[in-house]
C-alpha cells in the first residue's frame, strides 16, 4: 500500500485481557519501528525491527510487550494480561533502513487502545 | 530523563506570524535531526530533517535552524496559516539506524 496501516483504530479492552495490534508496513521497508503515544506526550520508543529480527526491544515496559515480525513485513504487536495504565496510542512506523539516504519515518495513524 | 527537551509546550499566533519551537539535546552523537508535524487522530508526518553540518535548512515556509555549539535546534514557520495549527515533536537519532527520541510536543494554534 501507499502508507503504513494499522489496524485495528480503535480497541476497548478489559483489564486482564490480551489484545493483538497489526502494522502492515509500506511495502520494501525493511525497518519497522513501534512507539506508544500518551495524551499530550511525544512517541515514546518500544521496538524495532531490521527485517525479521528485533534489532532494539530496549524501549518494551515489560514482559508483558511482545512483538514479531515473522516474515519481515506485518509485525503485531502482543499485549498480555492488559493494564489501564497500557491505554495510549500505539503507533507503527516504516523507513528504508539502514543505509538509505532518508532516514525518515512514515508513521501510521495509529491504534488507541483503552483499558478498562 | 529526556534526551530532548521541547518548548514552548503550546503556542499561539496570528495569522501571518512566525512562530518558533526550540529543542536542545545532550547527546553529540546524534547526527539527523527531523521535525514531524501531527493533527489529531493522525501519526506524524514528517516536515524537514537537518544534519549537523549544515546551520539551516529551508524548505517552503518551514526552517530549521541548528547551532552545534550550543546544542540546540529550532523551527521556524513563516507565514503561518490556521492550517499549521498542529501538534510539533522535535526529534533525534544517533549513526546506526537507532530509533528516533522525540520531545514532547508543542500545541501550536494560529489563529485568524
Known amino acids: 500500500g501507499a502508507g503504513v496501516s494499522q489496524t485495528p483504530s480503535n480497541k476497548v479492552t478489559e483489564k486482564g485481557k490480551y489484545v493483538e495490534l497489526r502494522c502492515d508496513p509500506i511495502s520494501g521497508h525493511t525497518a519497522l519501528y513501534w512507539y506508544r503515544q500518551s495524551l499530550g506526550q511525544g512517541p515514546e520508543f518500544l521496538i524495532y525491527f531490521q527485517g525479521t529480527g528485533a534489532a532494539d526491544d530496549s524501549g518494551l515496559p515489560n514482559d508483558r510487550f511482545f512483538a514479531v515480525r515473522p516474515e519481515g513485513s506485518v509485525s503485531t504487536l502482543k499485549i498480555q494480561r492488559t493494564e489501564r495504565g497500557d491505554s495510549a496510542v500505539y503507533l507503527c512506523a516504516s523507513s528504508a533502513g539502514q543505509g538509505a539516504l532518508n532516514y525518515g519515518y512514515t508513521f501510521g495513524s495509529g491504534t488507541r487502545l483503552t483499558v478498562v | 530523563q529526556q534526551q530532548v527537551k521541547q518548548s514552548p509546550q503550546s503556542l499561539i499566533v496570528q495569522k501571518g506570524g512566525i512562530p518558533i519551537i526550540n529543542c536542545a539535546y545532550e547527546n553529540t552523537a546524534f547526527d539527523y535531526f527531523p521535525w514531524y508535524q501531527q493533527f489529531p487522530g493522525k501519526g506524524p508526518a514528517l516536515l524537514i530533517a537537518i544534519r549537523p553540518d549544515v546551520s539551516e535548512k529551508k524548505e517552503g515556509r518551514f526552517t530549521i535552524s541548528f547551532n552545534k555549539s550550543a546544542k540546540q535546534f529550532s523551527l521556524h514557520i513563516m507565514d503561518s496559516q490556521p492550517g499549521d495549527s498542529a501538534t510539533y515533536f522535535c526529534?533525534?537519532?544517533?549513526?546506526?539506524?537507532?530509533?528516533?527520541?522525540f520531545g514532547k510536543g508543542t500545541r501550536l494554534s494560529v489563529i485568524a
Open positions: 526529534a533525534a537519532r544517533s549513526p546506526g539506524n537507532t530509533p528516533l527520541v
